[in-house]
């Protein structure tokens, strides 16, 4: 079971944020701030977006300028310190997109999850036979090579042991289209491993798996998203695209993503009889 610690890119978030509220406390623009330290407006603004490390002399110096009591300063040092750490995602930036290695970073945290999925098995709940079939179908696409599929591949194990096995696990709420169920990837045997796999994760008491039927009430037109949720921090939502992916941060929109995902999760089928769904299309895969 591998161990867990605290997010750094999720301490990286926190000490920005942080920054940017002493910041605004002591009603400074990011311009005035940046002429006060000296520095180029952009530099406070990548550093309070995250996109910049700041050093430990940077920290002191914004401290200083907006007031920050020791105890205040203990703190951002300790963000800074635990910011620097690797996280395990990062052994695997070589295979994933840097938009996709920052929403492994924020799900390393979350509290609660909520994944809506109308075209394939989401990565959390795939074999690794389904899951290499998935990747190796968009070799023609984004081209890469066989070891790049093995290493996306791994990455996906190596995120499920993380998330679904680790000693205090989020809440996860899946959806999923039934179409999702039907889509074949790899041989029969993959999908009916697949589906087997569905039912014996759908019984681990923090994950929850229903199924939203093709002749369901289907109102909300979106693709499939993720909305994290994570202790101490604002909620956001992933949408994962060909290339990358976009987060949106948007509390309000975050917001409409919660409703749309209650909503298809309020006409899927419960838990007990999804189970009985997708123990019927196992079935119908031993053909």
Known sequence: MPSQQGSPTVRRLRLGQELRFLRERRRLTGA?????????????????????????EDVESMAKLYRADDAKLDELFGLLRDADQRGWWEDYEDALSEEYTKFLGLEAETVCQRNWEPQIVPGLLQTEDYAREVISAF???????HSGVQRRVEARM????RVLHRPDPPDVRFVLDESVLMRKYGESSVMRAQMEHLL???????????????ESLHAVNTG??????????????????LYSGHFVENLERVAGYEA????????ALDEDESRVLIQRKAMQWRD
């Open 32 to 56: 005035a701030a940046a002429r006060d330290l000296g520095w180029s407006a952009s530099k406070v603004s990548r550093i309070e977006a995250s996109k910049t490390m700041p050093s430990a």
């Open 260 to 267: 749309a995902f209650e909503y298809l999760s309020a006409e």
């Open 139 to 145: 070799r023609s696409i984004i081209r890469f090579t």
């Open 224 to 241: 499939g998203f993720v909305h994290l949720k994570c202790a101490g921090f604002d909620d956001v939502v992933y949408l994962e695209q």
């Open 158 to 161: 190596d995120r499920q042991q």
């Open 200 to 214: 014996e994760t759908s019984l681990r008491p923090h994950v929850s798996i229903r199924v939203l039927t093709l």
